[in-house]
């Protein structure tokens, strides 16, 4: 699974939520989704805003995470 790392980007850079909420002009709702994961789909423009405010490539944004086969559940 693709996992979203904002959180740990923010916290490495010493940067709050509240911060990266007001520089990527979204609802709160989409914000929130977004950072904890809880969104299916991330609009390209979303992702380049990202970037630029965390001032990181695109690819340090994303990590890949181990989760249990939907066999195996």
């Not at 979204?26 to 989704?33: A, D, L, R, T, V």
């Amino acid at each position: 699974m693709v996992r979203l790392r904002v959180l740990d980007i923010l916290e490495e850079q010493h940067h709050t939520k509240y911060w990266l909420f007001k520089q990527m002009e979204m609802s709160y709702q989409n914000f929130s989704k977004l950072i904890n994961n809880e969104t299916r789909s991330i609009r390209y423009e979303n992702i380049e805003k990202l970037s630029k405010f965390l001032d990181c490539p695109v690819g340090d944004l994303f990590e890949t995470v181990d989760t249990p086969d939907a066999k195996d559940a």
